[in-house]
């Protein structure tokens, strides 16, 4: 009787077990028109007699004798499915191929865009509910997905991807700015490519570094240029030469946007990143624009950027770019050709000359894969941040803006912040933008006795024409060098490309040219929590000199 007990104790164990079965994705509301693609995931083991889901108007259960292994998908129309997923779910709804198998299906089962629930249930006991609204906010495309517990950690959406962190240790690093060396950087890196370069950047109209690509073509090397198919105002005549040139001379350029075949993967392809013979990655805040790399001796953008000599980072980067250049959404261009204008620029003594650096620690942030290493990297200082942005908004519903939030919130565990915003024309004039934004934090600094500050930089002072950075400096150590911008859009919905650089010369160098932008000008004394802001110096001046005039008048009347 003993060893008989044994014996079934042995054979339950072998059982596969489904105690762990619960749904873990869902999109219920597709670009599609209808939603035929709608679906759901379910993961677990064992057999799936008895388990049924319903959504309140109908039900669905599978066939007799059907099992998990880990996982599997459920899709409305699996013909559907296949079209913007490239592969077959494991049950369909509705019979629209022989090569994927059916579900039974009781009342109307559909997932309704705005507002629905899904109940797991096994043998009539419901062992997962998800209701939305309340679980989850959904929108058009959005893929809803459990982890760790929780729902829809960062918005994903239809198409995007799903990079983990990767941190790279004994990196040879390259560290540039603009507008001092980023061009020659460029340039070095662009004619040392030996077999293949690609290019993700979101606007391109610099005939000189088209001219690089063209060499490079001379050469034998395969290149290919990634941009963005609608970027804000459109694509310019300048980026239509340049793209149509390139692509006559042999380079493979494609553009995302959304298309009959597919809906754009995000909502602009906003990174820029170069991988080189898979040896190396040049990343950077800058677009390829003659403000953004301008020639030796001429005035551009206040920008970022590194060049990682690493055949590790060249693989991360190169799975990204593969993901993102494949797929309904990337069509080559096809436009004409178009006149190229050359940016007249001014000129510009350069005072930061390139760093390079071995051993440097070097963690890849993806937007919006990874956005949230962002403000983890803020909230780890200890010492000092210092923040170097074109601009910072609040979220939508004028939410607050959490990278913003982190940085407060290190100031009131006593970490000196210093926030350096844009003061080009349209970064101030408004009512809601920059200059506001840093009386606002410095509001905040003065009723809380933070050390906390906010400028707007002083172009003038400094000889650049605009502030277009988007880096972080935490501990003088730790650097970001990115192109995500701090609105909702950027980090959320965009593609984005940065890196963070760990190395003490690495920081050094960055703090240097931060500290070059913080003390340029007279003018760069902080904005007071009355909103004071360079426009309302430049009324406050004019309204000086009328009053001066006024009273001469005066004078010489009475004289």
């Given at each position: 009787m003993r060893h008989a007990c044994l014996l079934l104790i042995f054979a339950l164990l072998l059982l596969p077990a489904a105690s762990a079965l619960q749904i873990t994705e869902f999109c219920p509301d597709t670009y599609l028109k209808g939603e035929a693609d709608e679906y759901f995931i379910l993961e677990g083991t064992g057999s799936l007699a008895g388990v049924t889901i319903r959504d309140g108007e109908g039900s669905i259960r599978f066939p007799a004798g059907a099992s998990i292994d880990a996982s599997l998908v459920v899709a409305r129309n699996g013909e559907a499915y296949r079209s913007v997923h490239g592969i077959y779910p494991d049950y369909e709804l509705f019979d629209t191929t022989a090569a994927v198998p059916d579900v039974i299906r009781s009342g109307d089962f559909r997932m309704a865009n705005a507002a629905d629930e899904l109940m797991l249930a096994r043998n009539e006991r419901v062992i997962q509910q998800i209701a939305w609204p309340g679980d989850v906010r959904c929108r058009e495309g959005q893929v809803h997905?459990?982890?760790?517990?929780?729902?829809?950690?960062?918005?994903?959406?239809?198409g995007q991807s799903r990079f983990a962190p990767a941190t790279f240790d004994e990196v040879t690093v390259v560290a540039f700015v603009s507008p001092d060396c980023a061009r020659d950087v460029l340039e070095a890196t662009l004619s040392g490519a030996e077999s293949s370069i690609r290019f993700n950047v979101y606007e391109f109209t610099d005939p000189g570094i088209a001219g690089m690509l063209q060499d490079a073509l001379r050469r034998g090397v395969a290149v290919t240029v990634l941009l963005e198919g609608g970027p804000v105002g459109g694509i310019s005549d300048e980026e239509?030469?340049?793209?149509?040139t390139l692509a006559d001379c042999g380079a493979s350029v494609l553009q995302m946007g959304t298309t009959d075949a597919a809906h754009a993967k995000y909502r602009f392809d906003h990174a820029k990143y170069c991988i080189v013979d898979d040896k190396g990655v040049f990343i950077t805040s800058e677009n390829l624009k003659p403000t953004g790399f301008p020639e030796q001796g001429m005035r551009g953008n206040r920008g970022w950027g590194a060049y990682l000599e690493d055949a590790r980072v060249a693989a991360y980067f190169g799975e990204v770019f593969a993901h993102d250049a494949a797929g309904g959404d990337i069509t080559p261009y096809g436009g004409a050709?178009?006149?190229?204008?050359?940016?007249?620029?001014?000129?510009?003594?350069?005072?930061?000359?390139?760093?390079?650096?071995?051993?440097?620690?070097?963690t890849a942030v993806l937007s919006p894969d990874t956005s949230h290493l962002v403000p983890e990297l803020i909230a780890g200082a200890e010492s000092s941040i210092d923040i170097e942005q074109a601009y910072i908004s609040n979220w939508s519903a004028n939410a607050p803006n959490p990278y913003l939030d982190a940085a407060i919130d290190a100031a009131r565990r006593g970490v000196r912040v210093r926030v350096l915003l844009d003061s080009f024309y349209y970064n101030i004039e408004g009512d809601n933008d920059n200059d506001e934004m840093a009386a606002l934090i410095n509001g905040i600094a003065g009723r809380e006795n933070l050390p906390l500050e906010a400028r707007c930089a002083d172009l003038d002072a400094n000889n650049v024409v605009k502030i277009h950075n988007k880096g972080v400096i935490v501990d003088g150590t730790r650097v970001l060098v990115s192109s995500i911008n701090w609105n909702e859009n950027s980090p959320c919905f965009n593609r984005e490309a940065g890196v963070i650089l760990e190395h003490p010369d690495i920081g050094a160098y960055y703090t240097a040219v931060?500290?070059?932008?913080?003390?340029?000008?007279?003018?760069?004394?902080?904005?007071?929590?009355?909103?004071?802001?360079?426009?309302?110096?430049?009324?406050?001046?004019?309204?000086?000199v009328l009053l001066a005039l006024v009273l001469l008048y005066a004078r010489r009347r009475r004289s």
């Open positions: 997905f459990l982890e760790d517990g929780v729902w829809d950690p960062r918005p994903l959406l239809l239509k030469g340049i793209a149509r050709v178009s006149t190229v204008d050359v940016w007249p620029g001014g000129a510009f003594e350069p005072e930061f000359a390139p760093l390079t650096v071995s051993g440097v620690r070097v931060f500290e070059d932008d913080w003390h340029a000008g007279a003018s760069s004394a902080p904005f007071g929590t009355d909103g004071i802001g360079p426009g309302e110096i430049r009324m406050a001046i004019a309204a000086g």
